[in-house]
T-cell receptor, first 113, second 108 residues
Framework: GAGVSQSPSNKVTEKGKDVELRCDPI?????LYWYRQRLGQGLEFLIY????????KSGLPSDRFSAERTGESVSTLTIQRTQQEDSAVYLC???????????FGNGTRLTVT | EDQVTQSPEALRLQEGESSSLNCSYT??????LFWYRQDPGKGPEFLFT???AGEEKEKERLKATLTKKESFLHITAPKPEDSATYLC?????????FGKGITLSVRP
């Protein structure tokens, strides 16, 4: 079946603009995660959804970052007033549940100029 | 704070030269340890989950093992197509904490 789909695959934006990143998880996966991967760095946890609720948003770097999930499906990560340090690959993953492996999309590469 | 350290940062092998990648961790209440493979421009691809010390899992040329403090990913007779970044991650609560990864390059 289809895997996790993320769009756009690449996004170049000017400093100060807002961006929206989209994630379509695997159908039936109740949990959804967002991670950030800076060049040469490991994956940095941002937020976790169980259904449409976000019980753990401890990784969001600032109040410029927000995320929502609707219909226990699609999720959107929004970054307001982008800064150059926001440049990274943003990865989404979904899973059936606790202790099940995460299945990742190919990410959105965000470049802030 | 949960910590995951992978070593070495990079590893270059000749085709057929077996080796091991290390993942050491400091966590309270490990629920699972995961290994992923990541190719350039792609998301991580799941390889293995290990749940308890002494557990081993194998897939083709890869074998993962787990102790109370570390995990090893053993690569037997690697091929150039095994070149990738290998990530390990630990699960304590609802989220996975990842190491920085080991970049493996296998020369033909």
């Amino acid at each position: 079946g289809a895997g996790v789909s993320q769009s756009p695959s690449n996004k170049v934006t000017e400093k100060g603009k807002d961006v929206e990143l989209r994630c379509d998880p695997i159908s039936g996966h109740t949990a959804l995660y967002w991670y950030r991967q800076r060049l040469g760095q490991g994956l940095e946890f941002l937020i976790y959804f169980q259904g449409n609720s976000a019980p753990d948003k401890s990784g969001l770097p600032s109040d410029r970052f927000s995320a929502e999930r609707t219909g226990e499906s699609v999720s959107t990560l929004t970054i307001q007033r982008t800064q150059q340090e926001d440049s990274a690959v943003y990865l989404c993953a979904s899973t059936l549940g606790y202790n099940s492996p995460l299945h990742f999309g190919n990410g959105t590469r965000l470049t802030v100029t | 704070e949960d910590q995951v350290t992978q070593s070495p940062e990079a590893l270059r092998l000749q085709e057929g030269e077996s080796s091991s990648l290390n993942c050491s961790y400091t966590v309270s209440g490990l629920r699972g340890l995961f290994w992923y493979r990541q190719d350039p421009g792609k998301g991580p691809e799941f390889l293995f989950t290990l749940y308890s010390a002494g557990e081993e899992k194998e897939k083709e040329r890869l074998k993962a093992t787990l102790t109370k403090k570390e995990s090893f990913l053993h690569i037997t007779a690697p091929k150039p197509e095994d070149s990738a970044t290998y990530l390990c991650a630990v699960q304590v609560s609802s989220k996975l904490t990842f190491g920085k990864g080991i970049t493996l390059s296998v020369r033909p």
